[in-house]
């Protein structure tokens, strides 16, 4: 899965799971007030609402990588990338599968 679409899906989820606790808001208004007179409203917002929403975004990311991530052959072997054929003992700057400039 190609990393764009990796952080859209993770994004998404964000929201999804975000949008049930804007219920609660009306529960935790009067703390959120206080906070905000003490510490400024910007940094209320960035505690309360980017933190949390960026560390979900990030563990989701990161598990999406994890199990739908690229599937490159790691061996040790200096491949083309295009073909993934190995390099090993070419002469010339070019693959000699596919033609690619190395």
Do not use: N
Request: charged letters at 20%; aromatic letters at 10%.
């Amino acid at each position: 899965m190609h990393w764009f679409w990796r952080m859209a899906l993770s994004m998404v989820v964000t929201c999804i799971l975000a949008s049930p606790f804007a219920v609660f808001v009306d529960d935790v208004f009067p703390v959120v007030m206080k906070l905000t007179r003490i510490i400024g409203q910007r940094t209320t917002v960035f505690i309360l609402g980017v933190i949390p929403s960026m560390v979900c975004s990030m563990s989701i990311y990161g598990l999406l990588t994890r199990y739908c991530g690229p599937e490159i052959p790691f061996d040790g072997e200096t491949r083309c990338r295009k073909c993934l054929y190995i390099l090993k003992g070419i002469t010339k700057p070019r693959c000699p599968e596919c033609g690619e400039r190395i």
